[in-house]
């Protein structure tokens, strides 16, 4: 597998020294997939070209520690397309350029050149388009060959190879960084498996590109391989990244006015996601303190947004946290900074694994209960076990739930026909969404109110809807279930 990185500019074996390689020799180095070697086939006053050559040996893949097992064929393409492995082996041997270290020519880092990017083969499961999806809108021109399956049998037909040219003016640091984060979105055949350090990898060279890129949640999807909690939890730091830029330019344009008008827009898409949760967790809190709550479950907490909120809020004695998935758990773990915090904190808090399909003694005697966008994830024919769980079983005197209002998702039009997130067994439109609280509420002893949550279209309604459920007072403190 090779890749070749061509850059045009004057004095261009200084930015040799950027790329931390000596141009006179050739580095080789072990990697755990096989090994490396980079040298430069061209050097010249005005342009220089950098080899990577990796042999992958696919035999030892398979051999290899336990990350690396998942390739179950001793007969596979690795070692000749760029993969998820030319991200490890660029990541070896470009680990100081990635992260911005030199010790010459500091002043060249910023500078944008023109780089060519030869990939001669790249394996791409979803076409052509996905290639120029995510790297045009970086500021790449992209030539795409597609490959033969066997050039000696043309009848065969296409494989789903491709060559690849990239074209564009970039820094350093960028070029390797757009390559490191997108050559495994595109390679669908990772050869690990996602862990909780592959979240800080992609915000550690995604970050300040990726949280202006229009296909941002494809990649972060695709790189993450599609695992719902990772997948939230890198987008939401990536709201937050941009969150940080906003703020950083803010205090730039009040130090220069005049930059003001240059201001960097946002995607529509992205805004409304950052503002929409703010609302929906803000909502849920003021029900919460409404009722003067002393304890609170957050039921499928995911990674735990809303019982840090509710951490900072004194009045509240016991939070539980629960969820299905264990992924998401360890994240609320680290998010939480549950190993260093303080024990009057950790008091209060509790993170357990469990289902809102089944009976569980660990959620009666809340004050709240809260579903923040769990609820279509469920499969609609166990909607009704969850029903039990909940208004029968756990019955707080309180149950807060949040679900999004299908009717509003032809505003977003990068949604296209989707739903909003490839997990959701279904989204409820408001008359869905009332129809269902009203059935709970003649079933159960609870009264329900509606209300809608984010800018309102006066035909489609708000974007996410929220529904209150509150417990008649006759069955409060332990009086006769239904
Ligand atoms: N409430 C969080 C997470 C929402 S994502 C937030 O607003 O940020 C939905 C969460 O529901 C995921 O973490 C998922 O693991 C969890 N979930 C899905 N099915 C569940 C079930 N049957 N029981 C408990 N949690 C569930």
């Not at 296209?416 to 079933?443: M, N, P, V, Y």
């Amino acid at each position: 597998m090779f890749v070749t990185l061509t850059c045009h500019a004057p004095n261009a074996p200084e930015l040799g020294h950027l790329l931390g390689k000596h141009p006179g020799s050739v580095f080789e180095r072990a990697f755990s997939a096989g090994t490396i070697w980079v040298f430069y086939p061209e050097v010249a006053e005005d342009h220089l070209t950098i080899s990577l050559v990796a042999e992958v040996d696919p035999v030892g893949l398979v051999r290899g520690p336990a990350s690396l097992s998942s390739i179950d064929q001793y007969v596979n393409d690795r070692p000749y397309v760029a993969s998820s492995l030319t991200s490890v082996a660029l990541k070896v041997a470009f680990s100081s350029a990635m992260s911005g270290k030199t010790k010459q020519h500091e002043e060249r880092l910023a500078e944008k050149v023109r780089w060519v990017v030869a990939l001669p083969a790249i394996a791409c499961d979803a076409g052509e388009s996905l290639i120029k999806h995510i790297f045009e809108p970086l500021g790449y021109t992209v030539t795409i060959t597609r490959l033969p399956l066997d050039p000696h049998f043309p009848s065969w037909g296409q494989a789903d190879l491709y060559s690849v040219r990239l074209e564009g003016e970039q820094t350093v640091q960028d070029v390797l960084s757009h390559l490191y984060v997108l050559l495994p979105v595109l390679d669908n055949s990772k050869h690990y498996s996602v862990g909780d350090d592959e979240i800080e990898k992609l915000i550690d060279h995604g970050g300040a590109w990726l949280s202006s890129h229009p296909a941002r949640e494809q990649i972060t999807r695709r790189y993450l391989r599609f695992k719902r909690a990772f997948v939230d939890s890198a987008l939401a730091q990536l709201v937050e990244e941009e969150q940080k830029e906003a703020a950083e330019e803010q205090a730039e344009d009040e130090k220069e006015p005049e930059k003001g008008a240059e201001k960097k827009t946002t995607s529509p898409l992205l805004e409304a996601v950052k503002g929409l949760h703010e609302q929906r967790l803000n909502a849920v809190m003021a029900a919460v303190r409404e009722v003067g709550a002393r304890s609170l479950a957050d039921l499928g907490c995911g990674e735990g947004k809303l019982v840090s909120m509710a951490l900072k809020e004194s009045s509240l004695e016991r939070i539980l946290g629960m969820d299905v998935s264990s992924d998401a758990l360890k994240l609320a773990h680290r998010r939480l900074h549950l190993d260093s915090m303080p024990a009057a904190q950790k008091a209060r808090l509790q993170l357990v694994q469990g289902s809102l399909l089944y009976r569980d003694q660990r959620l009666e005697g809340f004050d709240v209960a809260a579903l923040v966008e769990v609820i279509e994830h469920l499969d609609p024919p166990r909607l009704s076990a969850m029903e039990r769980v909940i208004f029968e079983h756990a019955r707080p005197r309180r149950v807060v739930i949040t679900t999004p209002n299908r009717e509003y998702n032809v505003r977003w039009e990068s949604l296209g026909q989707k739903l909003r997130h490839s997990d959701h067994r279904f989204e409820w439109t408001r008359a869905e969404c009332q129809a269902w609280a009203e059935r709970i509420a003649s079933a159960y002893p609870y009264r329900v109110r509606w209300q809608g949550l984010g800018a309102e279209d006066p035909e489609l309604g708000t974007p996410s809807q929220l529904l209150i459920f509150d417990l008649f007072p006759s069955h409060q403190n332990g009086l006769p279930k239904r």
